[in-house]
């Protein structure tokens, strides 16, 4: 059924695996990370939905635990430490047919470990995320990431009250740093797990 983006992938020195839900997902990861190994992972409502932080909790002994920081600084020094990470999970704003990778991070912690750092990257996406293009790509998070994320975190911008991206220059914009990702140069570095459901925004 995804036969065109996992070709797509392959070219862009990225892992395809399509998986039907989270048992299934949750089973594929049991084999793939061990007890000792550090796991990190970025903020998604996708990886909540999917009960991974609880998951990871349960099967490794070096989980960078987010919701364990108590203070700005020890977060910041968490996102330092997930550079040394085994592996890293995040989801994606939006990927194209042809294999592109669209994020966007408001502190930069989250693309930041998903470019350099961490040995095996696994971003998990719903079906929903996939579109035709970067235009396609651009308006998905104007149009839905964006706002419904701004509006989770209660923040102080005009897309909270609109439901609609104005490109803004609010302190509380979130949409700060933009990566587009087109090739992985380490093998077996970069994965994209499909999960066949809609996950996150």
Not at 26 to 49: F, M, P, R, W
Not at 115 to 137: M, Q, S, T, Y
Request: glycine share 4%; net charge positive.
């Amino acid at each position: 059924m995804y036969s065109y983006l996992e070709a797509s992938l392959k070219k862009r020195n990225i892992t395809f695996i399509h998986l039907k839900d989270k048992t299934e997902l949750h089973t594929y990861l049991s084999k793939q990370i061990q007890a000792n190994d550090i796991v990190a992972n970025g903020a998604s409502v996708t990886l909540e939905q999917l009960e991974l932080p609880d998951f990871f909790r349960r099967q490794t002994n070096n989980y960078l635990d987010r919701k364990a920081c108590q203070t700005r600084e020890d977060k910041d020094d968490m996102y330092r430490q997930t550079f040394f990470a085994d592996y890293y999970f995040l989801s994606a704003n939006a990927i194209t047919e042809d294999g592109i990778i669209v994020n966007v991070d408001g502190y930069g912690n989250r693309v930041a470990a998903m470019l350099f750092g961490p040995k095996k990257v696994f971003l998990i996406i719903g079906a929903n995320k996939i579109v035709a293009d970067l235009e396609a790509a651009e308006a998905r998070i104007k149009a839905i990431a964006g706002p419904l994320d701004a509006k989770k975190l209660n923040k102080k911008t005009p897309c909270t009250y609109t439901g609609v991206c104005s490109d803004c220059n609010s302190p509380d914009r979130i949409c700060n740093k933009y990566v587009t990702y087109k090739r992985e140069s380490i093998a077996n570095r970069m994965h994209i797990i499909l999960l066949d459901q809609e996950l996150g925004y």
